[in-house]
């Protein structure tokens, strides 16, 4: 069985990292995009449009630049750390133009099914079926499938869950169709979830309503972008030394630990919260621009009621950030609904496990606490490896008889999995023998993507300058004004030979207790 043809759904973040890769490999991708541009859930529209991911126009992403870019293409080091979703879009454009993806690309082209072709226990082989612009229906056969076709189109709306509602006078709706805070000037309105999408809504909408009420059935940790000294959270938490920390040090203490921090910041009981990143919304409580409530139970004629038996009356508006239904219509109801209850968002499966050739992968399909655009190529690079026969499809060996889930179950071992079995994870200890200086960024620093193109397939010969300057592009955006800088002398306790020698002495002891190859996997 040799795979040549690869059909790619979607042409978003994820849809061009693998018709990317493809090429890199050495495949033929063909890229199906229903709309006539790329950018996926990142590309604003004015109105939301059937059956597609829709965003509101002020969205920013709460992931920085250097942690979330393509492994091999830095963000442009003036662009801010937290984009805007129409900076986003533009590296988008950027990296299509620079590896010439969008000749790969059929736009205004919708799959309509893939299902196995007659003899797919041969050839693996999979019948795709697309209708174009013109309303011409097409069929293709291709050797593999990538799907990147996202989850966040089929908006969840549990209006019957509430009593009352169809005697409401206000509007209810789902966020897949909020774009601005403009139509609620001067109105009250009620915001249901408090998720990344519902935290933000509401402090937008509070800036210019008369009064905003955000309902939680519980309270969240809020996280804000923003880490000391004013640099990106995820690029001052997201390393390796403080994850073998986490695996060295006890749960309850990093757990105290972190609960300390945030409520330094602002008493989460206090501010009726109890991770959620948003910088901006215990300002607006703070402010009484915004009030906490709980969870909601029922709607009343003009109003609605809450689970503490609390009552608000002239609502002109309920906004519900209740999340999505997961489906893939152009597969068969049976493989769709295998493949979310496989790809669930603590087991990121590529592989859908009854398949009898793994020629078909989900990419992009999880959840975890850090950038999903890295994952989600790691995930592509996997996947491609796969098809051509370089590497083992080892997903199966997850899977019990009565088919659930067992062994490694959480995104962190997945992860660990992707990178193994792409052969692209950094050997430490040759590292810090053969360059210190990069091996103190890499232990200590930020675990920024360019990590796994140092080595392996798919090596960038940028990647080790790309590491080393990741620091400078984000200091880039600040520079608009020039300010003295005070003279300074670097401490003698972050010279990068005297860390390289405790490095290599801390981990002399680690191998002498024979631990750390099970930690250095795990941070992987």
Aim: with cysteine; hydrophobic share 40%.
């Amino acid at each position: 069985m040799t795979v040549r043809r690869v059909a790619v759904v979607g042409a978003g973040s994820s849809g061009l990292a693998c018709i990317k890769i493809c090429i890199d490999e050495g495949l033929e991708p063909v890229c199906f995009e229903s709309s006539d541009d790329i950018g996926g859930l990142w590309r604003f529209k004015e109105s939301p449009e059937p059956e597609r991911s829709s965003i509101y126009r002020g969205l920013v992403v709460n992931t920085s630049k250097e942690m979330m870019c393509f492994s091999d293409f830095p963000t442009p080091a003036d662009f801010p750390n937290y984009m805007h979703n129409s900076q986003l879009l533009q590296y988008f454009r950027l990296y299509a133009e620079h590896f010439n993806l969008l000749k790969h690309i059929h736009f205004q082209t919708t799959v309509k099914s893939v299902t196995q072709t007659a003899d797919f226990s041969e050839t693996g082989q999979w019948e795709v079926v697309t209708i174009n612009k013109n309303g011409d229906w097409v069929r293709h056969v291709f050797d593999a499938v990538l799907v990147c076709s996202g989850h966040y189109t089929h908006p969840v709306l549990p209006l019957s869950d509430f009593p009352g509602y169809k005697n409401f006078s206000g509007r209810c709706f789902h966020s897949w169709e909020y774009k601005d805070a403009d139509a609620y000037r001067g109105k009250r309105v009620v915001v249901v979830g408090i998720g990344n999408s519902g935290g933000d809504i509401a402090v937008e909408i509070s800036r210019s309503a008369e009064k905003t009420f955000l309902s939680s059935r519980k309270g969240a940790w809020v996280v804000g972008r923003m880490s000391t000294n004013g640099l990106p959270l995820d690029m001052t938490a997201i390393t390796r030394f403080s994850y073998l920390l986490t695996l060295l040090l006890p749960k309850a203490l990093i757990n105290w630990a972190a609960e300390r921090a945030l409520n330094y910041k602002y008493d989460h009981r206090l501010y009726g919260l109890s991770p959620l990143i948003n910088d901006d919304l215990p300002g607006r409580v703070l402010l009484g621009g915004l009030v906490m409530k709980a969870n909601l139970r029922g709607f009343v004629d003009s109003g609605v009621v809450f689970e503490d038996g609390t009552v608000e009356e002239n609502i002109d508006a309920v906004v519900f950030c209740t999340g999505y239904r997961g489906t893939f219509p152009f597969l068969p109801p049976a493989l769709s609904a295998l493949c979310f209850y496989f790809c669930l968002p603590t087991n990121p499966l590529l592989f859908p496990p009854s398949l009898q050739h793994p020629t078909l992968a989900i990419v992009g399909l999880f959840q975890t606490k850090g950038p999903i655009m890295p994952i989600a190529e790691m995930q592509a690079r996997w996947a491609v490896k796969v098809f051509t026969g370089k590497t083992l499809h080892t997903v199966l060996h997850t899977v019990t008889k009565g088919g659930n889930v067992i062994g490694m179950s959480s995104v962190q071992k997945f992860i660990l999995d992707f990178y193994l079995q792409v052969g692209v994870r950094p050997n430490f200890l040759l590292l810090l023998l053969r360059d210190p200086v990069l091996w103190v960024k890499v232990v200590f620093g930020p675990c920024t993507p360019y990590q796994y193109r140092l080595t392996g397939p798919g090596q960038w010969a940028g990647a080790r300058h790309a590491i080393l300057t990741q620091w400078k592009r984000v200091a880039q955006p600040f520079k608009t004004r020039a300010v003295p800088e005070p003279e300074t002398r670097a401490s003698v306790l972050f010279n990068p030979w005297l860390l390289a020698l405790g490095g290599s002495l801390i981990m002399t002891m680690l191998l002498s207790r024979n631990k750390i190859s099970l930690l250095l996997h795990s941070a992987a």
